[in-house]
């Protein structure tokens, strides 16, 4: 009865568009109310939740991403795009997809990504003679990269939930986010060259080395959160206020485009970006608590045994399960509440966690750019100033394009577990 009550009241506030934090908090107030439990366990439990050493990396690489972005990070980055692949039929839009890997290197969040480089590449593309809903879709496809490649949100936090090394998760996400790059920007071209779409002309191999040069400061700051983490210099948290003081030295001594009366509004802004996150943390440990009293793990393994103990077929079960989700619910929500009984699941048939971690991001990235709850679509069409749905038939290829490197990852482990293990070890 009680089991029933929470899941009715986060389904009905969840259709009601309240906030998933605050869905996460009511369902379980609500059980705790139903089942006779003393409300105090509720902060107690969601404090608790907060209260793990790995989770205090993220304000850190949020407010790095942000003093890189007001720093005059963006427009490098988007130069260096332009001049390696500019030149090419549709190259703008590849330029987009190798933008988002760069910047999302840095910020580590895929909305992050749209908001700054869409800003200035969406009406760019528009201006060149590109549709307005394939700027906006390439735009918000390719933001779905970034993630996966470190520093990442969402690897920080599946650390946090299993007790896997940051360090390793980060190393899984480098060569799916590389592929996924590739997979969008070969879609790209296909696009580009059967709808006759710009190219820029070729700026020389002078542009290019300037380029790289001018950007060379920020993608340096990628080399040095991996070095921190893979020599063991720094842990992930320690990694993140280095990342910090250096966007910080970056962008007022080096290109001097970060104003230090800024400053004080980026941190505002970081802080709330990272308070939003750690509730939503923190409500969804109470509410991922009572589904393991539940033994809901437990029964959700029993109940996908019993169909099968194939471990072709498990794992296409759970990336249609997180496929579906990742339509409906927030991807760090989605993580707390199901990652760890998955993980019991694919560890009870044999897959490594670092793999299953890896595709199990994937899948959730993925949603971030499907209906009915795909933000950076929503963010992406705020930009381009156009409905939604045109934008979802736009996306549709690059959706394509990212479901078939998800089952590449998924059905061959190498392709997420080789790079951890030649750098750090099994």
């Known amino acids: 009865m009680e089991l029933a009550l929470l899941l009715v009241t986060f389904v009905v506030t969840l259709a009601l568009g309240v906030p998933v934090a605050i869905c996460l908090a009511l369902a379980s107030l609500a059980y705790m109310l139903a089942a006779g439990l003393p409300i105090v366990i509720l902060p107690q439990r969601m404090y608790a939740g907060m209260d793990v050493f790995v989770l205090l990396c993220i304000p850190g690489f949020i407010l790095a991403g942000n003093l890189m972005n007001y720093g005059g990070v963006t427009e490098r980055i988007i130069r260096l795009a332009n001049a390696l692949v500019g030149w090419m039929r549709g190259g703008l839009a ?9 910047f999302g290197g840095v910020s580590g969040t895929a909305v992050a990504d749209v908001a700054a480089t869409g800003s200035v590449m969406i009406p760019g593309m528009k201006k060149s003679g590109y549709p307005a809903d394939f700027s906006a879709a390439i735009t918000a496809a390719s933001s779905t990269v970034g993630p996966m490649l470190p520093p990442s949100v969402p690897m920080i936090i599946v650390g946090a939930l299993s007790g896997i090394s940051v360090g390793q998760l980060f190393l899984a996400g480098a060569v799916p986010g590389i592929l996924m790059g590739i997979g969008m920007g ?5 696009i580009s060259v059967r709808r006759n779409y ?13 380029a790289t040069l001018s950007a060379s400061w920020a993608l340096a700051m990628i080399a040095l959160i991996i070095g921190g983490l893979v020599t063991g210099m720094a842990t992930p948290t320690e990694t993140a206020v280095v990342a910090c003081i250096y966007a910080f030295l970056v962008g007022t001594l080096v290109y001097r485009e970060l104003p230090l009366s ?13 308070a939003g996150i750690l509730a939503l943390v923190g409500f969804a440990n109470v509410f991922g608590s009572i589904l393991a009293s539940e033994r809901i793990p437990q029964a959700l393994a029993q109940t996908v045994l019993s169909i099968t103990d194939n471990p072709l077929l498990v794992i296409l079960l759970i990336n249609i399960l997180l496929l579906i989700v990742g339509m409906f619910m927030e991807t760090i929500a989605a993580l707390i509440i199901l990652f760890v009984p998955l993980l019991t699941l694919a560890t009870s048939i044999g897959i490594d ?4 971690a890896t595709f ?9 750019t499907t209906p009915p709850v795909g933000v950076c679509l929503f963010v992406a069409c705020n930009i381009a100033r156009i409905p939604l749905l045109p ?9 394509l394009s ?7 990852v998924s059905y061959y482990a190498p392709f997420a577990t080789w790079l951890p293990n030649a750098v750090m070890g099994n």
């Open 94 to 102: 590849m330029a987009n997809v190798a933008d988002s890997m760069m």
């Open 360 to 368: 199990a991001v994937l899948n959730l990235m993925i949603g971030l």
């Open 198 to 210: 710009p190219r820029m002309p070729w700026q020389g191999w002078g542009e290019l080395v300037s």
């Open 391 to 399: 934008v979802i038939k736009a996306v549709m290829p690059f959706l």
């Open 402 to 408: 990212n479901i078939i490197v998800l089952l590449m």
């Open 353 to 356: 966690p670092v793999h299953f």
């Open 262 to 274: 800024k400053v004080p509004r980026i941190i505002i802004d970081s802080a709330v970006s990272s």
């Open 186 to 190: 070969i879609t790209c071209y296909v």
